[in-house]
């Protein structure tokens, strides 16, 4: 018979805050589901759907994955979290103004993003998670190149979908995100810097998002 957990315990809080936390990821995928969607019926427009096909990953690798070891539950990573995982179901698609480029180069651009966003989930699997923790060291595939293989898709899907709806509020909440994912990128690496493991691979990889860049 399984033990016991009493819900004002410790054990179960940390509980509870897992499973508000697969929830509301699910929530989240769910609004943003229904406006890309929406707008493919409406338009046609493919890239908006690539930009879901990278997102549906989060809710599956977050329901699979794996206790971690050490989570950082301070506020400020709580808050870039949350602005970093909110931003993309703000996104509108919009006809006006007019896209930068034609939806075929902003699907190819946002299929690029995928291709890396997918990459690097597989090689992480169930060590995936949303809040800067160490749910154990992966060096392989896409982060032998960089550290954050995932968060360099995302920023790619991100400007493929904002040069396909270069809307004003776009630009304001994909700024506003993907600034708060570069903050929790810098955060994961200081929770996973007390890992042995991690030093020696931040030794061997030093760029944190670009090659040559950052």
Same mark, same amino acid.
């Given at each position: 018979? #399984? #033990? $016991?957990?009493? !819900?004002?315990?410790? +054990?179960?809080?940390? $509980? @509870? ?9 699910? /929530? @989240? ?23 879901? %096909?990278? +997102? ?30 909110? /931003?993309?179901?703000?996104?509108? !698609?919009?006809?006006? !103004? ?6 075929? %180069? ?7 993003? =995928?291709?890396? *966003? %997918? #990459? /690097? ?10 809040? !800067? ?9 896409? $982060?032998? @190149?960089?550290?954050?293989?995932? $968060?360099? /898709?995302? =920023? ?16 304001? %909440? ?8 570069? =903050?929790?990128?810098?955060? +994961? +690496? ?18 944190? =998002? *670009?090659?040559?860049?950052?």
């Amino acid at each position: 018979m #399984a #033990a $016991y957990t009493h !819900p004002g315990s410790p +054990e179960g809080l940390r $509980y @509870l805050n897992d499973l508000l936390s697969r929830a509301v990821v699910c /929530g @989240l995928f769910t609004v943003l589901s229904i406006n890309l969607f929406t707008h493919y019926l409406r338009t046609g427009h493919v890239t908006g759907l690539l930009l879901l %096909v990278g +997102e549906a990953l989060v809710v599956v690798l977050t329901v699979m994955r794996r206790r971690a070891i050490t989570v950082d539950r301070s506020a400020v990573a709580a808050i870039m979290t949350t602005i970093s995982l909110a /931003g993309p179901v703000l996104l509108r !698609p919009s006809d006006a !103004p007019p896209s930068l480029a034609p939806d075929n %180069v902003t699907a190819l651009l946002a299929a690029v993003g =995928l291709v890396l *966003v %997918v #990459a /690097g989930k597989m090689a992480l699997g169930r060590s995936f998670g949303v809040v !800067p923790a160490n749910r154990g060291v992966v060096i392989r595939g896409p $982060y032998s @190149l960089v550290r954050h293989p995932i $968060y360099t /898709g995302y =920023l790619i899907t991100h400007v493929a979908f904002l040069m396909a709806h270069p809307a004003a509020w776009n630009v304001f %909440v994909i700024l506003l995100a993907d600034s708060a994912l570069i =903050l929790r990128a810098l955060m +994961e +690496e200081r929770v996973l810097k007390a890992d042995a493991k991690y030093q020696q691979y931040c030794l061997r990889v030093g760029w944190h =998002l *670009v090659p040559g860049v950052f």
